[in-house]
């Protein structure tokens, strides 16, 4: 039988073939610079130039492909790094997609700073992993109600939508299931392994808890997902947004290997606090 064939075991050199053979053979060589911005009228071009996201989106991007590619530099095992160093190539590519975006536009960014090497190649992969699991699960929802409201160009959202497309499965495959395979992590897998997974969740709560706290204190909020919440509309249906979170993540994740990781903890949470919650309530953005 192929090891690409029956079930597989998480963590084994099966899983790591098919993760990598995954992310290579489906891999898009679209070119950044040919892609086509439509036109826009002056109110929603306005509308566009408004969002406070786009200094933080392209400065994401670029701290992400060096974490990806810094830890690509410390895998020894040719497969994988390959599959890593393509993956960091996507990071940086969105940033292209993205720069180029509010150069068609005309949006004005402040200087990016300096992108600094990680101390710790694994943790930073780690952290930006986990992040984007995250954070993806929400960028599918508010692009679906970007283009449902119509306060955007379904084109313009389509060509920004590349952005969170393969992420997740990139993300949660390689960050929890490739930690068995020996080798991968230097920290040697298992419980040991497991407590520096806890380390990563406990400082991403405590990031986001920082994030809450500045959005309440009139802070003008860093993250990509939170701060474009706030641009579908001024009042959000949130069981509404969760249910299109949810609809979103389940259509994004389908066509992958059903024996592939896929993102658990949000969509978890997401459903369980979907279930208390008012359909017809509406929360201020």
């Known amino acids: 039988m192929s090891p690409l064939e029956g079930p597989i075991r998480l963590g084994s050199d099966a899983h790591k073939t ?3 053979r995954t992310l290579l053979d489906t891999f898009n060589p679209y070119k950044p610079a040919v ?7 002056s109110q929603t071009r306005d509308q566009l130039v408004s969002l406070p996201i786009w200094d933080i989106a392209v400065q994401t991007e670029g701290r992400a492909r060096l974490n990806v590619a810094s830890y690509a530099a410390t895998t020894s095992d040719p497969l ?11 990071e940086g590519r969105h940033k292209h997609v993205l720069s180029n975006l509010v150069a068609a536009y005309g949006i004005a960014l402040a200087p990016e700073p300096e992108y600094v090497l990680p101390g710790d190649p694994e943790w930073a992969f780690m952290v930006t992993g986990y992040s984007e699991c995250i954070d993806s699960f929400f960028a599918f929802g508010l692009f679906e109600s970007a283009k449902r409201s119509g306060s955007f160009p379904r084109r313009s959202l389509t060509r920004s939508s590349r952005s969170c497309r ?3 499965v990139t993300s949660s495959s390689l960050s929890i299931g490739l930690h068995g395979i020996g080798g991968p992590y230097r ?3 298992g419980r040991f392994f497991e407590v520096k997974v806890l380390a990563v969740w406990l400082f991403l709560i ?3 808890i920082g994030i809450a706290r500045d959005v309440g204190n009139g802070v003008q909020d860093n993250n990509f997902t939170m701060t474009g919440a706030k641009s579908v509309g001024e009042d959000i249906n ?7 979170c949810l609809a979103e993540n389940s259509r994004r994740m389908s066509p ?3 024996r592939l990781l896929r993102p658990f903890a949000v969509p978890a949470l997401a459903g369980l606090a979907r279930r208390f919650m008012d359909p017809k309530s509406k929360r201020s953005a």
Do not use: S
């Open 18 to 20: 098919l993760f990598c």
């Open 35 to 41: 892609l086509d911005w439509p036109k826009l009228d």
């Open 80 to 90: 994988l790094r390959k599959a890593i160093e393509l993956n960091a190539f996507e």
């Open 166 to 168: 393969k992420k997740p």
């Open 187 to 189: 920290c040697g897998g």
């Open 206 to 208: 405590w990031e986001r």
């Open 238 to 244: 949130v069981a509404e947004l969760i249910d299109i």
């Open 256 to 258: 992958y290997d059903r």
